[in-house]
C-alpha cells in the first residue's frame, strides 16, 4: 500500500507542477495565499514517498514526519483564506481540512505513544484523502489547476 500510495503522491505533484509551468502567463495575478498553498501541499508531496519508503521509527523518520505533518496543517490552515472559486464563502472542499487540523495532532500523539497500527492508518487516510482525493478535485476545468493543465 505504501508503494502506491508514494506513486499517487508522486504523480500529483507532477501533475500540479505542470499545471503552474502551463499557467505561468498568470502567475502575476495569483494571490499569495494560492501560492503559499500550493508550497505546502507541494512539500507534503514530495516528503510522501520519503517517509512512507523508508524505514520508520529512526530519526530521521521522525524528522521528515514533523515537517510533514506541519506542511499539511499550514496547508489546511490555508485553505480558509482562499476564496476565488467560491466567491467569499467556504465549500465542501473545507471539511478536508477541518478532518486534517483534527487528524494532524492525532498522527502525532500516536507515533509518540507507539500506537503504530493507528498511526501508519491515521496517514494513510491523510495521504489518501486529504493529499490525493483533495489534489483531483483541484483539476476539474473551473478550478486554477485545471484550467492551466487543459485550459
Do not use: C
Not at 505546502?40 to 530521521?60: C, E
Amino acid at each position: 500500500m505504501e508503494r502506491f500510495l508514494g506513486w499517487a503522491a508522486l504523480v500529483m505533484l507532477a501533475a500540479i507542477i505542470a499545471a503552474i509551468l502551463r499557467g505561468r502567463a498568470d502567475w502575476a495575478k495569483i494571490p499569495a495565499p494560492v501560492w503559499f498553498h500550493l508550497a505546502t501541499i507541494g512539500t507534503a508531496l514530495v516528503l510522501t514517498p520519503a517517509i512512507l519508503w523508508r524505514r520508520r521509527g529512526d530519526s530521521r523518520h521522525r524528522v521528515l514526519g514533523y515537517v510533514w505533518v506541519g506542511a499539511m496543517a499550514l496547508t489546511a490552515i490555508d485553505s480558509f483564506t482562499i476564496r476565488l472559486t467560491n466567491r467569499g464563502g467556504l465549500s465542501v472542499i473545507h471539511i478536508l481540512s477541518v478532518w486534517t487540523l483534527i487528524q494532524v495532532p492525532l498522527i502525532v500523539y500516536r507515533a509518540r505513544r507507539h500506537d503504530w497500527r493507528r498511526h501508519r492508518s491515521a496517514v494513510r487516510g491523510m495521504v489518501i484523502g486529504a493529499l490525493l482525493v483533495a489534489g483531483f478535485f483541484t483539476f476539474p476545468f473551473n478550478r486554477l489547476l485545471g484550467q492551466w493543465l487543459f485550459g
